[in-house]
Nanobody, 125 residues
Framework: QVQLVESGGGLVQAGGSLRLSCAAS????????VGWFRQVPGKERDFVAR????????IYAVPVKGRFTITRDNAKNTVYLQMNSLKPEDTAVYFC??????????????????WGQGTQVTVSS
């Protein structure tokens, strides 16, 4: 079992920055990848970024590449999403997710079995 808690969301003007945190507990944190996703009402949950268990491998969705950076601190059981140059279209609820022991986690939401409650990010124009 894995429990995830996101924090750091809020209201920011376009061009600004936010850093989201995802604190994990339960299964050994350094044994699994973590993904970030976002969702707006009425739409599917979209992939944002993923980081490998070691932090050595990262992938990003095209809309955020070059603006967002995913990192992790295994000593603190926390994954971060640094979001720079924010745009109004980045407005969404952001979720972090972890796979169970039988999955590795990818860019597909279905490859993750544990989810946080989400944190709202609102970017004003």
């Amino acid at each position: 079992q894995v429990q995830l808690v996101e924090s750091g969301g809020g209201l920011v003007q376009a061009g600004g920055s936010l850093r989201l945190s995802c604190a994990a507990s339960g299964r050994a944190f350094s044994s699994y990848a973590v993904g970030w996703f976002r969702q707006v009402p009425g739409k599917e949950r979209d992939f944002v970024a993923r980081i490998s268990w070691s932090g050595g491998g990262t992938i990003y969705a095209v809309p955020v590449k070059g603006r967002f950076t995913i990192t992790r601190d295994n000593a603190k059981n926390t994954v971060y999403l640094q979001m720079n140059s924010l745009k109004p279209e980045d407005t969404a609820v952001y979720f972090c997710a972890a796979p169970d022991a039988y999955n590795s986690g990818s860019s597909s939401p279905s490859s993750y079995q544990y989810w946080g409650q989400g944190t709202q990010v609102t970017v004003s124009s």
